[in-house]
């Protein structure tokens, strides 16, 4: 038995993760429509990246919020200082090398998000979930 | 669900909070909040575990009597 979280959590993580996946799937279904009838909108690094966080920020929300994400040794105020780290620096890296004021020809290539801003979309990621943790906090404050 | 204000009381009774069940019964605080409140239904086992902690029988806590009866 996980002794980490107690059965609450366990039973909402589980309900969550199940409708995340459901999520992935419908990305999925609605990307492979997309790409039939209108022909590829994102390189597959930056597609990928994009289709992953949809589920992935929809389990971190709720789970959350709900409070079953962090087990009762971890703390949420440790986890959104270290995802919003990770986030700036994995946001912050891609503006190194892409010139986005040549917004044509960096970000959007032959009419498709380039592979290029994969980084700057995962690090979005972390920090958005870093932000979903602070409103925690905050909302916390005033139960 | 209906609120669970039996084994809010018997906690105040013992001089516990939220907190300080959780810890016994080796759950979060949000876990017994949220059986208070009546928005989770917990397993026999973590019933009795709050019994035990409280003193009191499963019937106190978790029996509801029906209003008709």
């Known amino acids: ?21 459901f999520i992935l799937m419908g990305a999925l279904f609605l990307n492979a429509i997309v790409n039939s009838f209108y022909g590829p909108w994102a390189e597959p690094m930056v597609e990928m990246i994009i289709l992953v966080a949809l589920p992935t920020l929809y389990f971190l929300t709720q789970s959350v919020f709900n409070d079953s994400y962090l087990s009762k040794k971890e703390s949420l105020k440790k986890n959104a200082i270290y995802f919003g780290l990770l986030g700036l620096l994995m946001a912050g890296m891609p503006f190194v090398y892409i010139d986005f004021s040549d917004f044509q020809n960096q970000v959007i290539v032959n009419g498709q998000l380039s592979d290029r ?25 005033y139960e | 669900m209906a609120k669970n204000l039996k084994m809010k009381s018997a906690r ?34 973590l019933c009795k575990d709050i019994c035990r902690v409280l003193g009191v029988t499963l019937n106190d806590l978790f029996w509801e009597e029906n209003d008709n009866e």
């Open chain 2, 12 to 45: 105040v009774l013992n001089d516990l909070t939220q907190e300080a069940l959780a810890d016994r019964v080796n759950v979060t605080r949000q876990t017994i909040n949220a059986i208070e409140k009546g928005d989770y239904n917990p397993t026999i086992n």
């Open chain 1, 1 to 21: 038995m996980n002794k980490q979280y107690d059965e609450r959590q366990i039973w909402l993580n589980s309900k969550y993760s199940r409708e995340a996946l």
């Open chain 1, 117 to 141: 801003l994969t980084l700057f979309v995962g690090g979005t990621l972390f920090l958005v979930a870093s932000l979903v943790h602070f409103i925690k906090i905050t909302s916390s404050k």
